[in-house]
């Protein structure tokens, strides 16, 4: 029993020796530490603004700080845990290098009064100080690299989505902003432009400006620009040889004989590299040289680059004469079965118009006067009379259509 008793008067001995050494040791000892980069804390930026001013520039960021105090108490504290707050509040004019005090702020679970400051480093902060600017300036287009020639860069009439930026920042740097710059590099180019493109603010002179304390409304704009191949077309019109006109004695001119156009690849594809303006009929003409014009249509999608828009179509006839012939006697072809037909017109004048010679040899009695009832009808009509020159005379030919009334009844 006593032994036991003994045990435990040494026991509490020893404990409260412990005890005694811990408080000696961690709670009661004094110490210093020197805490490094804390960090710096602006207040009051609201009343700043509201003042139209903002901070331009801050001397230090963070601040180092010793501090005495029990260990036990610094043991608690790291740099993360402290704060240096600067009051702007008091700010009322933009000045540069204005020094403004600060206070440490400490955590919640540790009482400032528990320890003792000692060196701040730096001993204040400075901060420069300027009027707050907004403003509008223009987005300006800059075109580089080298265009081919065989695409139209139609950079007159680019859309950007939007044409001007607005900017906001200290006074002295937006008064020296003039301009935002968007560079379109076109070097192999050849595809319509439609996306979002970054841009550069600028001075009035094109140099770029150091932007950091600028902010902007929109960080990207959109241009829309066409691209266009270029492609040169032959003019041509479709020719229908007749009344003794053909190839060797028919001269077509055409003016403009090209013209130059734009427009996507796919459809200039198509369009192919000649373009039929019109059809001439060449019976129709009886004049030796005949001058039409006629208007310059192209397809949808295909720009007339030339800014020609009507063509002229000159033809000329060599050695050809023209002479008329009265005709009475009609041949009539392709009769409907079980019809009957009786042709009204007593006589017909018909123009012929062939080589001199032939021209010169051709009589009355060696042209027919052909009509086709094809397909006709009980009733009274007009039909196309088909002109036939003997087989003596290959190269004369009929000139304009001609047509005769006729009757057709059924029965026969």
């Known amino acids: 029993m006593r032994r036991n008793k003994l045990y435990s008067m040494l026991l509490s001995l020893v404990v409260a020796f412990g005890l005694w050494l811990y408080v000696k040791n961690n709670v009661s000892i004094e110490d210093n530490n020197t805490f490094y980069n804390i960090p710096v804390v602006m207040e009051g930026e609201t009343i700043l603004n509201e003042e139209n001013l903002m901070i331009t520039s801050v001397s230090a960021n963070t601040v180092s700080l010793n501090l005495s105090g029990a260990r036990s108490d610094l043991s608690k504290l790291d740099s993360s845990k402290l704060a240096a707050k600067v009051d702007l509040s008091g700010i009322k004019e933009p000045g540069e290098r204005i020094p403004l005090s600060y206070t440490i702020t400490f955590p919640s679970d540790v009482s400032p009064s528990?320890?003792?400051?000692?060196?701040?480093?730096?001993?204040?902060?400075?901060?420069?100080?300027?009027?707050?600017?907004?403003?509008?300036?223009?987005?300006?287009?800059?075109?580089?690299?080298?265009?081919?020639?065989?695409?139209?860069?139609?950079?007159?009439?680019?859309?950007?989505?939007?044409?001007?930026?607005?900017?906001?920042?200290?006074?002295?740097?937006?008064?020296?902003?003039?301009?935002?710059?968007?560079?379109?590099?076109?070097?192999?180019?050849?595809?319509?432009?439609?996306?979002?493109?970054?841009?550069?603010?600028?001075?009035?002179?094109?140099?770029?400006?150091?932007?950091?304390?600028?902010?902007?409304?929109l960080e990207e704009v959109r241009l829309e620009m066409q691209i266009q191949k270029i492609q040169e077309i032959q003019l041509n019109a479709d020719v229908v040889y007749g009344g003794g006109a053909n190839e060797h004695n028919t001269t077509v001119e055409i003016s403009p004989a090209t013209i130059r156009v734009s427009g996507g690849e796919a459809v200039l594809a198509e369009l192919g590299d000649t373009l039929t303006i019109c059809t001439v009929n060449l019976a129709d003409l009886d004049k030796n040289v005949n001058e039409q014009k006629y208007t310059l249509t192209l397809p949808e999608g295909v720009t007339n680059q030339t800014g020609v828009n009507e063509v002229t179509v000159s033809i000329r006839f060599t050695g050809l004469k023209t002479r008329e012939f009265t005709i009475d006697q009609f041949e009539a072809v392709n009769v409907p079965e079980g019809m009957t037909v009786d042709i009204i017109s007593a006589s017909l004048s018909v123009k012929v118009r062939g080589p001199e010679a032939e021209i010169a040899a051709l009589k009355e009695n060696n042209i027919r006067a052909v009509v086709d009832f094809t397909n006709a009808e009980v009733g009274t009509a007009t039909y196309k009379v088909k002109i036939v020159c003997g087989d003596q005379f290959p190269n004369v030919g009929a000139l304009k259509a001609n047509s005769v009334s006729a009757t057709v009844q059924a029965g026969g």
């Open 114 to 217: 528990a320890f003792t400051q000692g060196n701040k480093n730096p001993g204040a902060i400075y901060v420069d100080v300027d009027y707050r600017r907004v403003t509008e300036i223009p987005v300006l287009i800059k075109w580089t690299g080298n265009r081919s020639e065989d695409y139209i860069y139609d950079t007159e009439n680019a859309v950007l989505d939007n044409n001007t930026v607005t900017i906001s920042g200290p006074a002295s740097v937006v008064d020296t902003i003039d301009h935002a710059r968007v560079e379109i590099d076109l070097t192999e180019q050849v595809k319509s432009i439609s996306q979002n493109y970054r841009y550069t603010l600028c001075d009035v002179e094109g140099n770029p400006v150091d932007a950091g304390q600028i902010t902007t409304n």
